[in-house]
Structures are given as C-alpha cells and as structure tokens.
C-alpha cells in the first residue's frame, strides 16, 4: 500500500463538508474548523481512517472473504462500478432493495428468476413467442438485471461492505449491522459516524473525492487477493511435498515387504564341494626314493619283472 499524501487530499476536496447549520453533533472530532459558514474536514483523521480500512480490507481478503460497494447517487455510480470492478468485488450503484443480505434466499430466487428469463429470451428467436410475451419478458429482465446487476455473482454472504453516503444508503447499512458485517463508508459533516465500524471523514459528493478514496481501498483488496494466492500456492506446494515424501516412504515399505516375502535361499557351496564321492579325485603321495616309499617299491618291482624276461629268452 502506498503512502497517502494530504495534497491529494486537498486537490481531490476531500476537506470540504457541509454547512454548518446542517451538521451532525457526532462529526464534531472530525471537525477541523468552520470556514464562510462550511466546516472543513480534519484530513488527519481522514488519513487514520483510510489507513485503518486499508489493513482491515487486506486481511479480510486474504483470509478469502468478499466484498461488497454500495453506492446508489448518480455522481458515484461510475466510480463504485469502476473500482470494484478493478478488484474483482460486487456492487450495488442502483436501488439497494431491502432484504438483500438479511432475505438473501429469496434475493438468489429472484437471480434464479434472472438467469431463466435471459435463457427463455434466447431460445425466442425462431418466433415461437409472441411480440407482447417477449415485450413482457425484456421489462421483467431489465428491472431485475437493473437492482441486482453487481451482485448476481455473489452466493454468499460479503465479508465487508463499504458504502460512500451513509444517510443515502441507510437501509444497507443497518442490514449489515444486523447480519454481523463490518462497514466501512465514507462520512460527511452530515452524517453519524457512530453507524459504521471504519469511518473516514471525506466529502462524499464530489466525484473526486470518491474516486481517490475508493481507489486507496480498492488497492488494499487487491493486495489482500494477492496474498491469498500467494498462501493457496504455498500450501498446494506444502502438500504436493507431503505426498511426494508419502509415497516415497509407502514404495519404500513395501520393497522391504517384497524382500521379506521371498523364500529362503542357503548360500551356494564352493566349486565341487557338493560332488558324489565316487567321482572325487584323490590326492597323490609323492615320496622321495630316499625314504623307501611307494615309489621306490614299484621301481623294484619293475626291475624285477625286466631280469625275469631276460632269463627266459
């Protein structure tokens, strides 16, 4: 969030309120000065409230709530349309009709009733209705697109809402109230501040004014998005990892699982150590003549078989 600096303030005329025969008692410590009968807002105060709802708008939005612009005069409605579209939030800029958050199940049959007339008005283009039933259809489906235009998306209750003329729009904010939902809205010198839960002093009819004011706030929800992204991305990131690490570990179990299964092997015995008897070889003696062994005895042997041959020829 960028820092807020008073000469915005001062060129967008946010320090001007209303005369001061139609002031409100309550706006008395938002009240810088009286000057040629107008009372001049104190911009400190302005800059405390807008500080104060940027960090509240950007931690509601990053815990993933939403949020809801109201803004019903003629000189705001571009400014709501436009800011809350830049930041992706809902808006009301026409006719708030009573019971929208505290019926809200009857509102979301009316979107119901919405979405079936704009299908019933494209499946009427081979002729098979008549000029005045189509005719009746397109004023049924201007007046609810009319009232229920910015909030056609919204299938839960907002988080917040945010108003730009407290007296105007009196019936949406004690609706919040009773629903538990904090307001934030912009107040004159006319207005009780006491209605909503994040004030900020500012003239609420200049367009200007308007403008620089819902921007700061429109900003503080962007940013409040962006964070939200940023925790879903860490924690899918968080969890991949857990499941990679799981599945590592199951793979692991269950090769030690296979290698217990196997059967029992004994060690393979050395080279002809498992040969029948028979066909072992034996080891040879070998004795020196020397000694009168083996091998001198079949010397003599063969000697005395040569002398025998000799005699007998």
């Known amino acids: 969030m960028s ?22 008692p309550a706006m008395a410590p938002y009240i810088h000065q009286k000057h040629n009968k107008i009372h001049v807002i ?18 509601i939005c990053a815990a993933g709530h939403e949020i809801v612009f109201v803004g019903t ?16 939030m809902h808006f009301c800029v026409h006719r708030w009709l009573g019971g929208t958050l505290t019926n809200f199940q009857t509102i979301r049959s009316r979107l119901r009733r919405l979405e ?13 209705r008549g000029k005045k039933e189509l005719a009746t259809m397109e004023r ?9 235009e910015g909030i056609r998306n919204m299938n839960r209750l ?21 629903k538990g939902i904090p307001v934030i809205s912009i107040v004159d010198t006319d207005c009780d501040p006491s209605l909503v839960d994040i004030p900020i ?8 004014s308007i403008e620089v004011i819902l921007s700061r706030l429109a900003d503080a929800i962007i940013s409040g998005k962006d964070k939200l992204v940023a925790q879903q991305q860490e924690e899918a990131a968080r969890k991949s990892s857990e499941e990679r690490k799981a599945k590592e570990k199951e793979k692991t179990r269950n090769l030690t699982k296979e290698n217990r299964a196997k059967e029992f092997t004994p060690p393979q015995p050395a080279p002809g150590a498992d ?17 009168g062994g083996p091998k001198a005895a079949s010397d003599n042997s063969e000697n005395a078989n040569q002398v025998g041959e000799n005699k007998s020829e």
Not at 73 to 88: A, L, M, N, P, Y
């Open 275 to 291: 040969a029948p008897a028979t066909t072992k070889t034996k080891p040879k003696l070998v004795v020196t003549p020397e000694n």
């Open 140 to 148: 049924e489906r201007r007046k609810i697109f009319r009232n229920l």
């Open 201 to 208: 002093p500012g003239n609420d009819d200049a367009f200007r």
């Open 158 to 178: 907002p988080g917040a809402m945010i108003t730009v003329d407290v007296r105007r729009d009196e019936i949406a904010v004690r609706e919040a109230r009773s």
């Open 42 to 59: 104190d911009l400190r105060q302005t800059v405390r409230g807008i500080v104060r709802a940027q960090h509240f708008l950007e931690s």
């Open 73 to 88: 005069k003629s000189q705001e409605r571009e400014v709501v349309r436009e800011q809350s579209g830049r930041c992706g």
């Open 3 to 24: 820092g807020l600096q008073i000469q915005e303030l001062i060129e967008a005329g946010v320090h001007f309120g209303h005369r001061s025969s139609r002031w409100h």
């Open 116 to 128: 079936e007339l704009e299908r019933m008005l494209a499946d009427a283009t081979d002729g098979s």
